[in-house]
């Protein structure tokens, strides 16, 4: 055992650790530890690992601040979405951090909770730890405070701005791909959850997809608002066909089903939107439309890469394409 050396390392820990000492420990130069940190160049993987290797022996953590101030990216992007229990936020939040750490960034993420004070809070806190860049899925504040931000940022499936470019995947076909199979397992009376969002919202176009294909296959459909709908007392009722908004409620309202004896794909339907992974593995018998995360993520990132080399740029995401996950299948 090297005692000088662990007597160094014991050392730096007691102190706050420079570049230097990371490029000592690691056997390196300041400048490449540099280039580590900043993602810049080529250099070996086994270099890059050295690096790293000392940065968590010595607990270096790069200063964001210090770099915006020295007018360096902070390598920091901050993620506003409205909860993280979702399976569906859930699941995209891992795919954007994981793709953001292989571009050199990292990640602070903030779960609004569908409140306003605490998206405000948290948009404050983004700020304030410059962040490079932030990529939000909540629409709680007013359009005028997410004009107000210094920086770029990119929405996912609302609208927040008229400068704040959307990625959002094909709600309308979503919709239609919903109505198209509850008609097709016999439904005729359908009712439609909608999500009394009062912002200019992508997902709204999902309702609208279903209810067109139900008007044009002459089929009657209710509308129910789903923060004031109770599913114990409302379902089944008079409904065969059910189109829920995303895939957990879906599961309830079929549970509801069960409870009175319905057969579930059989004289109650009942549809659900997100196709996560989880879902798909732990309840296959939910038809349900799949919404490409791991695209949608691409898409997310390479928005607002754009958008960090030119904050005025006029960009224009493509829209994602949905599946459908059919059980029979």
């Not at 909770?113 to 304030?128: C, S, T």
């Not at 359009?143 to 995947?169: G, H, K, M, T, W």
């Not at 996560?276 to 799949?290: C, F, G, W, Y």
């Amino acid at each position: 055992m090297d005692y000088n050396k662990n007597n160094s390392q014991m050392g730096f820990m007691k102190m706050v650790v420079k570049l230097k000492d990371v490029a000592e420990l690691a056997g390196v130069s300041v400048t490449t530890v540099s280039r580590v940190i900043n993602n810049y160049g080529s250099l070996s993987e086994r270099t890059i690992k050295k690096v790293h290797e000392a940065m968590r022996k010595l607990n270096y953590q790069p200063n964001a601040l210090a770099r915006a101030m020295q007018g360096k990216p902070s390598k920091f992007i901050g993620l506003i979405f409205p909860n993280i229990t979702n399976p569906f936020y859930a699941e995209l939040i891992n795919s954007l951090e994981y793709k953001l750490f292989k571009k050199g960034y990292k990640t602070i993420i903030a779960s609004s909770a569908q409140n306003e004070e605490i998206e405000h809070d948290y948009l404050g806190m983004l700020m304030a730890n410059q962040v490079d860049g932030i990529i939000s899925g909540s629409h709680n504040l007013g359009i005028r405070e997410y004009q107000q931000l210094s920086s770029p940022i990119v929405s996912f499936d609302r609208y927040l701005a008229d400068n704040v470019p959307i990625v959002a995947a094909d709600s309308y076909h979503g919709g239609q791909l919903s109505a198209q199979y509850v008609v097709k397992k016999g439904a005729r009376h359908v009712a439609v959850m909608i999500d009394e969002d009062t912002s200019v919202s992508p997902t709204l176009n999902r309702v609208q997809g279903a209810i067109d294909y139900l008007s044009q296959k002459h089929i009657t459909y209710t509308p129910l608002d789903r923060k004031h709908t109770n599913f114990d007392e409302v379902f089944p009722g008079e409904y065969d066909g059910v189109i829920a908004t995303n895939d957990l409620q879906a599961l309830m309202i079929r549970n509801v089903g069960v409870k009175h004896g319905k057969k579930i794909n059989e004289d109650f339907v009942v549809t659900g939107y997100d196709g996560t992974k989880v879902i798909l593995a732990t309840e296959p018998s939910l038809p349900t439309v799949i919404q490409p995360i791991g695209a949608i993520a691409d898409e997310l990132i390479k928005t607002l890469m754009a958008k960090i080399k030119d904050p005025q740029a006029e960009v224009q995401p493509q829209q994602l394409k949905v599946t459908f996950h059919y059980p029979e299948m």
